[in-house]
T-cell receptor, first 117, second 114 residues
Framework: DQQVKQNSPSLSVQEGRISILNCDYT??????FLWYKKYPAEGPTFLIS?????DKNEDGRFTVFLNKSAKHLSLHIVPSQPGDSAVYFC????????????????FGKGTKLSVKP | KAGVTQTPRYLIKTRGQQVTLSCSPI?????VSWYQQTPGQGLQFLFE???????NKGNFPGRFSGRQFSNSRSEMNVSTLELGDSALYLC?????????????FGSGTRLTVV
């Protein structure tokens, strides 16, 4: 079963407008949520994270919102730029009680964002 | 500052063979995790190493194994390769437990099993 779901495989947005990428999860024990961007032939690049005790985190053009009651998070990109065109992955972290453990990330299957000039 | 380095970038192996992939984390990062990316399953966690000890393991068969050396470099090994093992294998390193640091991924090793 998929614990982290990104139900939209693709999204197309006009340059300058807002891009909203959505993610749903099922496990209420996740303690952190992260967003990654991935270009072809490269590894994912960390964008922004949010703790499960917060409902919003902002970093420049990127804002992540968390709705715990709905088990839903979203990434807002404002304004969208052509260079933002990539696959965006939502990930959730489960923390294991081992000293030094970083926990493991459970990823959604990604949403391909296309920003048109 | 060098990023996460994975070698080789591409690999073609025959069914039944074994393969070893290498990952050098960012200097100072002591945690190394491995992920498998396939079109059907997306990114799936394999295992995590910290201070030469496996801390965490995903749901993969025992043919998948790994280790970490004292300099934090890590290797993963897949024995008795199957066609379904064809994937992009990604290594990620992390500075600390604060996830605001994120995990820095390498560019991956593309393994093709024929």
């Amino acid at each position: 079963d998929q614990q982290v779901k990104q139900n939209s495989p693709s999204l197309s947005v006009q340059e300058g407008r807002i891009s909203i990428l959505n993610c749903d999860y099922t496990n209420s024990m996740f303690d952190y949520f992260l967003w990654y961007k991935k270009y072809p032939a490269e590894g994912p690049t960390f964008l922004i994270s949010i703790s499960s005790i917060k409902d919003k985190n902002e970093d420049g053009r990127f804002t992540v919102f968390l709705n715990k009651s709905a088990k839903h998070l979203s990434l807002h990109i404002v304004p969208s730029q052509p260079g933002d065109s990539a696959v965006y992955f939502c990930a959730a972290r489960t923390l294991f009680p081992y000293g030094g453990s970083q926990g493991n990330l459970i990823f959604g299957k990604g949403t391909k964002l296309s920003v048109k000039p | 500052k060098a990023g996460v380095t994975q070698t080789p970038r591409y690999l073609i192996k025959t069914r039944g063979q074994q393969v070893t992939l290498s990952c050098s984390p960012i200097s100072g990062h002591r945690s190394v995790s491995w992920y498998q990316q396939t079109p059907g399953q997306g990114l799936q966690f394999l295992f995590e190493y910290f201070s030469e000890t496996q801390r965490n393991k995903g749901n993969f068969p025992g043919r998948f194994s790994g280790r970490q050396f004292s300099n934090s470099r890590s290797e993963m090994n897949v024995s008795t390769l199957e066609l379904g093992d064809s994937a992009l294998y990604l290594c990620a390193s992390s500075l600390g437990q604060d996830p605001n640091y994120g995990y820095t991924f390498g560019s991956g090793t593309r393994l093709t099993v024929v």
